[in-house]
């Protein structure tokens, strides 16, 4: 197989790494617009409930100025997304099921670190406000009639 034809599976073929790249980067256009038209995670706009990964964005962008003490602040679990995203870009090159462990490890530990920010800590970053969730507000405006 020459180097063309090597290139061009890369790119038709769904499980390929670019294929994937394009895929994250479709999610990461999509969420910016969010962010400019003020809804931020859709998730909490919808709810008003914070989401597990609430805050990784002003982690990573802590991280990013070298500030580990926010980062941290804003997410624990901040340096575990480099490892997530090049899973996620490979992860078709790997054994099935180290990729199914991986998946299902981070998914635990999320929620275990959600549910602890949640319930056991006094934060900013996650937390439920209802009142504040479109839904509650579309129910009492419209069809309670606010």
Known sequence: ????????????????????LKIAIM????YLILNIF?????????TGITCPGCGMTRAILSALRLDFS???YFHPLFFLVPFMFLIYLFGYK????????FWTAITII??????????YTQSD??????????????IHNYILGG
């Open 1 to 20: 197989m020459n180097l063309n034809s090597k290139i061009k599976s890369i790119i038709k073929e769904p499980s390929g790494w670019l294929y994937r």
């Open 27 to 30: 999610i990461v256009g999509i």
């Open 38 to 46: 003020g809804m931020g995670c859709p998730i909490r706009y919808i």
């Open 70 to 72: 926010s980062a941290l």
């Open 94 to 101: 790997l054994k099935i099921q180290y990729v199914k462990v």
């Open 110 to 119: 999320f929620f275990g670190t959600y549910l602890f920010r949640l319930f």
């Open 125 to 138: 970053i996650v937390l439920i406000d209802l009142n504040n969730g479109f839904v509650l507000k579309f």
